[in-house]
């Protein structure tokens, strides 16, 4: 927000790069002197004081000019000579007013006698030759000029001026052209969407079902047509189970739309592809795992999640095979979409199998998923990784114990709160309020009589309270001689509301 | 004298070239950045079904955090449209600020709040907590209210922290209308990473001005009316879809906005929670999470999505912008002067190679140079002798630059989102594009001057934000 575009008037500074304020090396051009030429014509022709021509090229007083001398000459002047010998200018016929008229901006130069004469003879070549360039009389003749003795940095500028009012042009076509090709393919959609959606009911109602018209395969030849009608073959699938989804899978088949999802499974660019498999899984195509099984651990992260959905969607047997491999690489929101792909099969995998593993978020994925289906068996190997290293595993072994709510853990844990960090002592607290087991009493009251931290307290208050009858009366008798904190913790605890 | 004039000349011209080349580039940079970024965040969320992070056991839990001052007329409503918002573990924590009208009254009666007997545990310190409100209707059993003693919403942000029990907070401005799936969108970039710690997710915020509102929700889009809305919306597209989106990918944000983001409550408590002497809270608590975990050597990220997720009232009288530009450039020199230890420090990387100095030179004396340069023309005008079609030419270059970049903003909003869905807002908005530099550009330099000199003096006044309230708008529709 704060990010306004602060650009605009700032180039204007070097705007006067090129202004008689300052002289530096980038502002000089070179001249070379031609043999018919002398240091007045030179200072007309760059609108300049020939002291000034002097004293640029460190010339002595009694200096001399000879053709093919390389002279320094400030920029500024550069497009001078076009104003300076104009077209009226041009019409007068002698030298002589057209000179006074261009020395009159020369204010402060003084022309020796000497040079005045000779220049006069001189001068009509001058003006004669720069003529020839200069009878600019058409606008873009001007602009060619301007652009022929302008400079680099000038010509880029130019360039990007003109690339940037062009883009713009463009830009504006494109929206256009955006918004009108939308509303064709709407328009297209909306034609081909009810007469596919009735059809595609139509095949669901019938007892047995033939074969799909050769009006409808003809239709799905086109790509915009084909994609209506995928879409809504799935979406319908999707809702379905049973008979009437089989019903649905002969459908995509005999339509012909297989080889068209294993050809977006195949794509190239990772999009399509994982499309492809979401298609494919979906449809049950099962021989074509295979194409799937080698972005089982691909560096996409998408293309990855993708490739484990449709996995477990195509191995209802194994479904969660890919988590063998000790390198495979799960996020929780690839994880979150794996145990979608288990609820559409209906799966529950027993998670026993990765519990000791030693990728973390294999062992993490494990961890959680036997604490939420509750997996007693498997609370020996859980209880082992409290002994963890990492402290994320213990945190997730903490957790899924409490979600359990089996008492047997309880000591372990009480006894790792001696060592852990205060985000786990809060989980430990939580999952040994949750077990609400009676052997937990002496514990609390010593975590809120010892402990400093307020919220721990707090919690173990609240262990006290909801366990059973025993741990209030202790809360009650605590609150008679408790001090103002433990008295507000207590009352914190015992408000229900909260 | 003359000499001294010849060397600043020199200087400034050089160093404003560079300067010129370095802002441009920086600009193009970003765009390419922020473009393949978009392309691919686009594709990667035709993928996503939302709905999925609802049941899922890897949902967080997520507070709301809706700290209100004075906002009597719309809290209700503003209330209810939090309490609508689609998620499965979360609670909304109002935080009245001692405000002077009925606001905590009105919440009392209509959500048949009471007292509850909260202890309030100060992890960070803030002004004292007058009491805690719950519901007794159990259909609003996920809302809780605080009422303290007036500190600004630095220190009202802290105090919902100390109350709020669950891992990530979001930080919202009460009359900000969120979209339903906005915390979803906002969780789903915590859950993708798996190496580093996700500590702030940022969303997008879009202008509500003219927009139809029903039941605390946006049920139509339009192009404010307000012009100097229509430039912010122009603006607002551009530092959203260009700027944020490319920092993001560089790992350099250095601003979620204060109006809605997501927060690691357990990282911000560590890094010692908002600033309440500072206009900028938002902006000085990023800098300070992301300096905790660098100088911790934790591996962190700060996301930025650019999903269009809450929506808000932004000023459409000159006076009130001007008030709230002022603050966010004094809110911008604060963040940047207080934490200067990381001007151009390699161990800071990103942050201190690239944000912070970034955000010195082109946001905050950006506004300063341009004043400058203009003066410096003037002296140039009056002393020498311009070269007028060189003049020109820059002129032309730099307002057209300024055109294209605002065009491509447009095209990126009109092929990713494209909320305004009428052809006519689209071009009335390039319109905005072509005036822009013109008008709203000199506007902005000027307030941000003001900020910089009430800076200087010392003014910290808040700079109180009068918004209408969004009932009364709807009225106004009818």
Known sequence: MKFSVSILFLILLFAQKYTSFGQDSKGFIDHIVRSDENVYQISLRYNCPIDSIRSWNNLDQNYKILPGMKLMIWKRTIIEPMQLVSKDKLTLDTGLVAMQVTSDSLKNIEIPDSLMTFTRNKYLPLLSESSETDTASSFSEIIMHFYNSANTLIKIILFLNLFFLASVISLLIVILNRRLRDGYIDFKRSKCLDRYRDFITDWLYEEHPSSVPESILQELKDGVNRDVFTSELLSLHANLTGDSADKLVELFLRSGLKKYSIRKASHSSWNVKAKGFRELAQMKIEEESNL??????????????EAQMAWIQLNPKDPLSFCDDPEVNLTEWGLLNSLIALKKIDVVPDFRRWLPSLNKSVALFALKMSGVFKQFDNIDLVTMRLDDIDLDIRHEAICALGKM???????????????????????????????????????????????????LRILSARGLVSVDSIGEELVNSLFEVAGPVLKAIIIHAKDERI | MYEIIKILNFLIENGIFIYAIAIFLSYIVMAILSGTEMVRYMRKNSFVDYSAIISSPYAPPVTILAPAYNEGNTIVENIRSLLSIHYSDFEVIVINDGSKDDSLEKIIAHYQLEKVDFMVNYVIPTKPVRGVYKSTNKAYSKLLVIDKENGGKADSLNAGINISSKKYFAGIDVDCILEEDA????????????????????????????????????????????????????????AFLMGR??????????????????????????????????????????VRMRRYMIEHDLKYRIVYIPDPLCWTEVPDKLRILSRQRNRWTRGTMETLFKHMTLFFNPRYGNLGMLGHPYWFFFEWLAPIIETIGIFYFLLVFVMGNPDWPFFFLLLGFTYLFAVTYSAWAIIFEEFTFARYRRKRDVFRLLVISLVEPLFYHPLNVWFALRGNYDYLIGNISWGKMEKKGFTDKAKIKK
């Open chain 1, 405 to 455: 709510a089996v008492p047997a853990p309880g000591y372990r844990l009480r006894q790792l709160f001696l060592t852990e960090v205060s985000e786990n002592k809060t989980e430990i607290l939580r999952s040994l309020i949750m077990m609400s087991d009676s052997s937990n009493i002496p514990f609390f009251e010593e975590v809120l009589l010892s402990e400093t931290e307020i919220s």
């Open chain 1, 292 to 305: 799937i099984s080698k972005f089982l651990n691909s560096e996409n992260e998408v293309l990855r999640i």
């Open chain 2, 245 to 286: 989106m490319a920092w993001s990918r560089l790992n350099g944000l250095l601003l979620i906005s204060g109006a809605f983001g997501v927060f690691d409550r357990d990282i911000v408590i560590k890094a010692g929670g908002y600033d309440s002497k500072t206009v900028g809270e938002d902006m000085e608590l990023i």
């Open chain 2, 183 to 238: 915390i979803l969108k906002m969780i789903k970039p915590i859950l993708e990473e798996s190496q580093n710690r996700v500590i702030a997710t940022g969303g997008v915020i879009r202008i509500a001005n003219s927009c139809k509102v029903k039941d605390g929700k946006i049920v139509e889009i339009n192009l404010p009316k307000n012009l100097i809305a229509r430039f912010q919306v122009l603006e607002y597209t551009r």
